[in-house]
């Protein structure tokens, strides 16, 4: 078998699975409206499926920001940070993370998930252990491939499953790096950082943790779970995205430990690619603004967040543990949840369709995020298309 | 006494194995992991986790890639245990 040949087989087999999911991935948004309305084909429908947290992606600052950036810079910098792209802009962003989460170190990179890659790959090496959550986002997996360290995993948010496995590596602990994530990406359930810390420091580990998906949305001023738990010093390392709440591209990693800035120069995802563009800084910058002081959109997002899991629990809906801006509901099969993820793009209403084997333990899940932008009247359809296709579709 | 080990290795992988497919098939050492047990990635991945706990050892994911039969896994946990 060829390579192309490979490719062919594992299509086949895709459409042998599920031959009516063809054209349910990648589907092309044609015309964007605002952060909570687009066009797909002929239809104005709401977006439920974005990770626009707090509604940011027209923000009149960052729009502004933006601008004003390519006017002065220019549309790319065309080179690595390393080299001629790392501009007054780069320097700023990062010094206001290291302020933002008072710490004493900061880098920015060109995406989240290079974020993870570069910062995994450049703390960990052979000889060294990584040990991961089970239901750990791909940048993570890809980075401990890359770093080249044994990687262990633990049971999704099993804090006795973590103590173990740290017990069996014996004096190798000291060389371990534990990452977890404050919000998880597929059902919404948080991690049980006050343990996780408790359980790092008993074995002398470090902790990294991925706040991509709480940046914005936990804590006072929107840090993430360090914020919320107030576990900011047990914390090693956090890494996280300007693609949710901050509405570009780009990524990020702060720490207390000086060691930080080694990355710059032994990273190869830091190193071998261009730096992000100046609109992206810019645009970052005042979204950042934006959220440190949107304690106002954290309360919205939240009431909306709680009125679709109440809701959506109270119709019989399987969902993940606990309430948050990720509201997954968990079908029977993927059959199921074609049906779900169709009759609610027929009602409208776009959402994520996430099938096996991208979901944990070969779940079907369709995901719903929340926006602090959604209206009530958006929200109230959303809830009441759910009890409705629950019925027709015959969910129960 | 390390050929007995070994065996005993084998053997309790294969019941291990036996109950975690849950088919009708019987596990045999020269069995392939995804052609003949269906062990696909994610699976084996699970698997990895559970075989963790019955031999209590540590198997990182990136020394499978050379495990294709349930003998190549057997010979890994029993490497890993007599290293340990």
């Known amino acids: 078998m060829n390579l192309l040949n490979k490719l062919d087989a594992a299509a086949a087999l895709r459409k042998a699975q599920l031959p009516e999911a063809v054209g349910a991935f990648g589907i092309p948004i044609e015309e964007v409206y605002s952060s909570t309305e687009a066009r797909i084909g002929e239809n104005r429908v709401l977006l439920f499926g974005t990770n626009n947290y707090l509604g940011l992606s027209f923000a009149p600052e960052c729009l502004k920001a933006a601008h004003e950036a390519i006017d002065n810079e220019g549309t790319g910098t065309t080179g690595s940070r390393m080299a001629n792209g790392s501009y007054f802009g780069h320097r700023e962003l990062e010094r206001e993370f290291a302020d933002f989460y008072q710490c004493r170190e900061s880098i920015v990179f060109t995406t989240g998930y290079q974020a993870n890659l570069g910062t995994i790959a450049g703390l960990v090496g052979p000889g060294d252990v990584v040990l991961i959550d089970g239901d750990s986002h791909a940048s993570i997996y890809d980075g401990c491939t890359l770093s080249g360290a044994d990687v262990i995993r633990f049971r999704h948010n099993d804090v006795a499953d973590l103590d173990k496995r740290l017990r069996r590596l014996g004096e190798r602990s000291a060389v371990t790096l534990i990452i977890a994530e404050g919000i998880y990406s597929m059902l919404g359930d948080q991690a049980p950082l006050v343990d996780i810390i408790s359980v790092k420091n008993k074995y002398n580990s470090l902790l990294l943790l991925d706040e991509a998906h709480s940046l914005g949305v936990l804590g006072n001023t929107g840090q993430g779970l360090v914020e919320k738990t107030g576990m900011m010093e047990g914390v090693d390392f956090i890494t996280g995205t300007f693609s949710k709440s901050l509405c570009s591209i780009g990524g990020f990693c702060v720490s207390n430990h000086s060691q930080l800035d080694q990355l710059r120069y032994i990273s190869h995802p830091y190193i071998f690619t261009a730096s992000p563009s100046p609109a992206t800084i810019a645009s970052t910058r005042a979204a950042l603004k934006l959220l440190r002081n949107g304690t106002k959109l954290r309360e919205q997002l939240w009431k909306n967040a709680h009125q679709l899991y109440s809701k959506m629990s109270e119709i019989g809906y399987k969902l993940g543990p606990e309430p948050g801006p990720i509201v997954a509901a968990i079908l029977d099969n993927p059959k199921q949840a074609l049906a779900l993820w169709q009759g609610l793009l027929e009602n409208n209403i776009y959402v994520n369709l996430i099938l096996p084997p991208a979901a944990p333990e070969n779940k079907s899940l369709v995901r719903c995020s929340i926006n602090a932008a959604h209206t009530s009247e958006q929200m109230q359809h959303v809830c009441e298309t759910f009890a409705k296709l629950y019925t027709e579709i015959g969910i129960d | ?84």
């Open chain 2, 1 to 84: 006494m390390a050929e007995s080990d070994y065996n005993e290795t084998l053997q309790q992988l294969c019941q291990r194995l036996d109950s975690f497919t849950g088919s009708d098939i019987k596990v045999s050492p020269d069995m392939s992991l995804v052609n003949q047990l269906a062990i696909d990635s994610i699976k084996l991945l699970n698997l990895i986790m559970e075989i963790e706990d019955t031999f209590d050892i540590s198997v990182p994911i990136n020394a499978l890639v050379d495990v294709q039969t349930v003998r190549d896994l057997a010979d890994l946990i029993h490497k890993i245990k007599t290293e340990s």
